[in-house]
Antibody, heavy 120, light 108 residues
Framework: QLQLQESGPGLVKPSETLSLTCTVSGGSISSSSYYWGWIRQPPGKGLEWIGSIYYSGSTYYNPSLKSRVTISVDTSKNQFSLKLSSVTAADTAVYYC????????????WGQGTLVTVSS | DIQMTQSPSSVSASVGDRVTITCRASQGISSWLAWYQQKPGKAPKLLIYAASSLQSGVPSRFSGSGSGTDFTLTISSLQPEDFATYYCQQANSFPRLTFGGGTKVEIK
């Protein structure tokens, strides 16, 4: 069974770049069966898909964030990462990483989430 | 982009009640719809995939139906542990995903 764990700074200054890493255990990030995604949830609000990556490096982004988002994968470390540039207070949220199976297209395994606050 | 609209945004119900939540897609998504349950401070948990398939380990009081643009999540007999927020998610444009706005199930 897959396990995912987010890591990264909990506080980022406005205009700087938010960087998070998701470490996958219990399976290979190079599996052809999965895409790997980032989802966020501002305090008290709903879920927002940020983007996804395949082990080959193919990326897919939410159009509303595309200009500021970069998702990358490191197969040697079984990790994938999120960078969100030029952050503002509106980017304050709990950030989740999750796996989405190619055949079922759902998000079956999730990390516990990490709160990132944008503040000076 | 495909938009997902959930209704109601909140519902008050009692233990034992039947609860129905609706999700509507802005265009046809076949059966590419999933439902999640989220409790405060926790990650969402997958309940239903492919519109009507029950995820392993999820109680059978949860069921999903629908195809095309209109979908329903039904809890047949609400239990105390079911008070939570529920989200739908379309995957017709996979791997691009969209979530509904959420439905909070509260104690009456």
């Amino acid at each position: 069974q897959l396990q995912l764990q987010e890591s990264g700074p909990g506080l980022v200054k406005p205009s700087e770049t938010l960087s998070l890493t998701c470490t996958v255990s219990g399976g290979s990030i190079s599996s052809s069966s999965y895409y790997w995604g980032w989802i966020r949830q501002p305090p008290g609000k709903g879920l927002e898909w940020i983007g996804s990556i395949y082990y080959s490096g193919s990326t897919y982004y939410n159009p509303s964030l595309k200009s500021r988002v970069t998702i990358s994968v490191d197969t040697s470390k079984n990790q994938f990462s999120l960078k969100l540039s030029s952050v503002t207070a509106a980017d304050t949220a709990v950030y989740y990483c999750a796996s989405s199976g190619y055949s079922r297209r759902d998000l079956d395994y999730w990390g516990q989430g990490t709160l990132v606050t944008v503040s000076s | 982009d495909i938009q997902m609209t959930q209704s109601p945004s909140s519902v008050s119900a009692s233990v034992g009640d039947r609860v129905t939540i609706t999700c509507r897609a802005s265009q046809g998504i076949s059966s590419w719809l999933a439902w999640y349950q989220q409790k405060p401070g926790k990650a969402p948990k997958l309940l239903i995939y492919a519109a009507s398939s029950l995820q392993s380990g999820v109680p059978s009081r949860f069921s999903g139906s629908g195809s095309g643009t209109d979908f329903t999540l039904t809890i047949s007999s609400l239990q105390p542990e079911d008070f939570a927020t529920y989200y739908c998610q379309q995957a017709n444009s996979f791997p691009r995903l969209t979530f509904g706005g959420g439905t909070k199930v509260e104690i009456k």
